[in-house]
């Protein structure tokens, strides 16, 4: 044995035939006398043939034969030796092998019934799996229904797949299967989901990724139901600014400096001396009740500074239509203040945004010294 493995090793045709005709029943010798004879451009299928009696457990010699069966347009004998790779070995490579093999064939039904059998075993990036599924299909029902198993991991990485191509509407489908049994690894996928449907105007969608997230305990956030009349997140802002889904985005800005101070429900907003004439500050998403009057009001108080050009800002998403604009008086002066606001959306406003901005007006300077915000309400008016 030791001098037929001195002889295998050689990388010589001579030596891998002389290895096998003294180990005629070693599968592995018979194996590296193929590969020797296919890299010289020689045909190496009865060494492999002949290995797969020898150890019919090897799926990838079954594999290698199924490919060579297909070039040659064996079509039977290659589809036979991928399901003896299949029966020898359970794991993804003869999946994977088989669901090609039927898109190759055009056979939709069983490319559909072995992507979803690869997906029911596969880890890692699935991304290439998907693709082929939406080649044989192009229906993203007919695929989730048919190919896509409720494997949390799978879900996740199919909703990222989704969204990253576009397909929001089968992609929402998809997160609707994957909240009730998604895990902390998925939760940036439903979170970025949210986002990007909200970017859509796709509100409805939006809305079930959040709440359910926050129902499962996977997002710490407000539960957002507009019927309610309250529909600021993380208005007293007690959370970190994330900027995703229905949270506060916090663009960066060159000498403003934005302050959480939960403790008082409030931020502080601080101008130093490059700050810009214009730039927004903190902005989030809001889901209003069309036709409906509303209520927004806050406390403030500057240090050394007045309030001018400093004002909160709501528009609709889609028109960018200013439904109101409450921003401090122009005079500088150290105590709190309250100012409020009342406006009316129209018959089809649902999704808006609120804004935090500063634009320099007319005949004044760049503000430098800080700003604190408190109490931030939006409500339905009385």
Same mark, same amino acid.
């Given at each position: 044995m030791g001098w037929a493995d001195w002889l295998s090793h050689r990388g010589t045709l001579e030596g891998a035939r002389k290895s096998v005709g003294l180990a005629p029943g070693n599968s592995v010798y018979l194996e590296h006398a193929a590969e020797v004879a296919e890299a010289s451009g020689g045909n190496g299928i009865l060494f492999r043939e002949r290995a797969a009696i020898a150890n019919p457990l090897d799926s990838a010699n079954w594999i290698t034969l199924a490919t060579r069966a297909e070039i040659e347009n064996r079509?039977?004998?290659?589809?036979?030796?991928?399901?003896?790779?299949?029966?020898?070995?359970?794991?993804?490579?003869?999946?994977?092998?088989?669901?090609?093999?039927?898109?190759?064939?055009?056979?939709?039904?069983?490319?559909?019934?072995?992507?979803?059998?690869?997906?029911?075993?596969?880890? @890692? %990036?699935? $991304?290439? +799996?998907? *693709?082929? #599924?939406?080649?044989?299909?192009?229906?993203?029902?007919?695929?989730?229904?048919?190919?896509?198993?409720?494997?949390?991991?799978?879900?996740?990485?199919?909703?990222?797949?989704?969204?990253?191509?576009?397909?929001? @509407? %089968?992609? $929402?489908? +998809?997160? *609707?299967? #994957?909240?009730?049994?998604?895990?902390?690894?998925?939760?940036?996928?439903?979170?970025?989901?949210?986002s990007r449907c909200l970017d859509a105007g796709r509100v409805d969608e939006a809305v079930a990724a959040w709440n359910g997230m926050i129902a499962r305990g996977l997002l710490n956030g407000d539960l957002i139901k507009p019927e309610a009349g309250k529909p600021l997140e993380n208005a007293n802002f007690a959370r970190n600014f994330t900027g995703v889904g229905f949270d506060w985005s916090e663009p960066k800005v060159e000498d403003v400096v934005v302050q959480r101070q939960p403790e008082t429900s409030g931020i502080r907003i601080a101008f130093f001396a490059h700050a810009p004439e214009n730039c927004g500050i903190l902005g989030e998403y809001i889901v209003l009740s069309p036709h409906r009057k509303y209520r927004l009001q806050y406390?403030?108080?500057?240090?050394?500074?007045?309030?001018?050009?400093?004002?909160?800002?709501?528009?609709?998403?889609?028109?960018?239509?200013?439904?109101?604009?409450?921003?401090?008086?122009?005079?500088?002066?150290?105590?709190?203040h309250t100012v409020v606001s009342q406006f009316e959306t129209p018959p089809a406003c649902r999704l808006a945004t609120i804004e935090l901005r500063y634009d320099r007006e007319p005949g004044t300077v760049r503000p430098q010294g800080s700003i604190r915000f408190s109490h931030l309400e939006l409500e339905f008016a009385p």
């Open positions: 079509s039977g004998e290659a589809e036979r030796d991928l399901l003896r790779a299949y029966s020898a070995d359970h794991q993804f490579e003869p999946r994977w092998s088989l669901a090609n093999f039927y898109f190759r064939r055009g056979d939709r039904e069983r490319a559909l019934e072995w992507g979803r059998k690869t997906l029911e075993f596969g880890s @890692g %990036d699935l $991304s290439a +799996v998907f *693709q082929l #599924l939406w080649n044989v299909s192009g229906n993203g029902t007919e695929i989730l229904e048919k190919a896509i198993p409720s494997r949390p991991l799978v879900l996740g990485q199919y909703l990222q797949y989704l969204d990253g191509s576009g397909r929001l @509407g %089968d992609a $929402s489908g +998809v997160a *609707q299967r #994957l909240v009730p049994i998604a895990r902390t690894e998925e939760q940036d996928a439903l979170a970025m989901h949210c406390r403030y108080e500057t240090t050394g500074m007045s309030g001018a050009g400093i004002r909160w800002l709501i528009s609709v998403r889609t028109t960018r239509t200013v439904l109101t604009t409450l921003g401090p008086p122009d005079a500088a002066d150290s105590a709190e």
